[in-house]
């Protein structure tokens, strides 16, 4: 049975994991950062998408982009934060809508199929 405690590899396996999808969502942001921290590779980007090809056995381009990808935590926290204000604002300059406090199950029902369904829940 595996031992359910955090280790070293379970740290890194989740890291990598949240590195390869900042590679895909973000990939200008993690190639710029790729390339501060190792500009002698020569890894770079065409206009469109990366160069870099990423094989499931291709260890070390991973650990590139994991090394990369700690580098830009405090940019994607920043992206994450503005998104987040966005959608904070959005919801505050909105009326809240009237709902009342207590609503029937039928009440639901009839809601999220329609008017014209009321009569069958009778």
């Known amino acids: 049975m595996a031992d359910a405690r955090p280790s070293a590899l379970s740290f890194y ?3 990598l994991a949240q590195a390869l999808v900042a590679h895909k969502k973000y990939s200008a942001l993690i190639q710029l950062h ?14 469109g998408g990366p160069l870099v090809n990423l094989r499931r056995s291709d260890r070390a381009m991973k ?3 994991l090394t990369s990808w700690l580098t830009a935590v405090p940019a ?3 992206i994450h934060t503005t998104r987040e204000t966005n959608l904070v604002e959005e919801y505050v300059s909105k009326p809240e ?11 639901i029902i009839a ?8 009569p069958m829940l009778e």
């Open 13 to 15: 396996r989740a890291s």
């Open 34 to 47: 790729m390339d501060m921290n190792y500009p002698t590779r020569h890894m770079s980007y065409s206009e």
């Open 63 to 65: 650990s590139l982009i």
């Open 76 to 78: 994607l926290e920043a």
């Open 97 to 107: 809508p009237d709902v009342p406090l207590r609503i029937s199950e039928k009440e």
């Open 111 to 118: 809601e999220a199929l329609g008017d014209k369904l009321i």
